[in-house]
């Protein structure tokens, strides 16, 4: 590895650095990397997955606060730029109960926890809708899935779209 912070270009960085992302000599990302990163962060269209189609069913395990089966909500090599997911979408809650969800990234049988939000439903109010969640910038190309957990001992369901946005200098 070279010696960095020689110059202000190390540090302040380039126009045609990517947004966030460190360059291949493992250096940490420049000033200009963390504003193009803010940019695209706030000012990205927003996206559904899936999108025009239904809402990916997540079924709980049938013991109360175990996490049920992991369920691919994106496939690998759906999304061909750096992205971050920044919403739920919940839909079809399917019973009375407290819930968490959780999302991972990557490979089937090597996900890694890269999030978690908690919601319920009763009698009078059913949290479906929206809800925030924040998570790394995944890398293009990631697989992300979710498995879910609920206080009972039933496999209630939930079905799970995320919005995300892509960062489109980041391949």
């Not at 009763?122 to 809708?129: D, K, P, R, S």
């Amino acid at each position: 590895m070279g010696v960095y912070n020689t110059s202000a270009s190390h540090v302040i960085g380039n126009l045609d650095d990517d947004s966030n992302t460190a360059t291949s000599e493992g250096r940490y990302p420049t000033v200009m990397n963390y504003q193009k990163g803010t940019y695209y962060h706030v000012h990205a269209p927003a996206k559904v997955y899936p999108t025009l189609d239904d809402a990916v069913v997540v079924t709980a395990a049938a013991a109360a606060w175990t996490l049920g089966s992991i369920t691919e909500i994106i496939p690998a090599d759906t999304i061909t730029n750096a992205f971050d997911i920044h919403w739920i979408v919940l839909t079809d809650i399917s019973d009375v109960d407290q819930y968490e969800l959780v999302l991972y990234s990557g490979l089937a049988e090597s996900e890694e926890e890269i999030g978690r939000i908690a919601f319920s439903r009763n009698t009078n109010f059913v949290q479906e809708g929206n809800l925030p969640i924040q998570v790394p910038v995944q890398l293009s190309n990631t697989r992300i899935s979710a498995a879910l957990a609920c206080k009972s001992t039933s496999d209630h369901t939930s079905s799970v779209k995320v919005y995300y946005h892509i960062y489109p200098d980041q391949e």
